[in-house]
Nanobody, 121 residues
Framework: QVQLVESGGGLVQPGGSLRLSCAAS????????MGWFRQAPGKQRELVAT???????NYADSVKGRFTISRDNHRNTVYLQMNSLKPEDTAVYYC???????????????WGKGTLVTVSS
């Protein structure tokens, strides 16, 4: 089994910054794509950013230029640096990882339990 442990959520003022972290542990041979999703109350879950094993990143238009996704393959960890935060960024943020292991050599999606980010004055 694989577990994703998230940290870094909290309350910030508009224009502020937060850095989210999510570390994968368990039966891991390698990790392919990793990413962050978010879901606000009453809205559908949406993709925020993804990053390949080689470090190529993609972003939703709503966060482009403000958020930066990165990863540390040695620590099996993905990060999301969030700058210039807006009230509309308020949501539960979930990390995702496509993990290849002994029982899943072609990869399988795993999810964190989510961390709440609140942007308010």
């Amino acid at each position: 089994q694989v577990q994703l442990v998230e940290s870094g959520g909290g309350l910030v003022q508009p224009g502020g910054s937060l850095r989210l972290s999510c570390a994968a542990s368990g039966s891991i041979f390698s990790i392919n794509d990793m990413g962050w999703f978010r879901q606000a109350p009453g809205k559908q879950r949406e993709l925020v950013a993804t990053i390949t094993s080689g470090g190529r990143a993609n972003y939703a238009d709503s966060v482009k230029g403000r958020f930066t996704i990165s990863r540390d393959n040695h620590r099996n960890t993905v990060y999301l640096q969030m700058n210039s935060l807006k009230p509309e960024d308020t949501a539960v943020y979930y990390c995702n990882a496509d993990v290849a292991g002994i029982m899943t050599p072609y990869g399988m999606d795993y999810w964190g339990k989510g961390t709440l980010v609140t942007v308010s004055s």
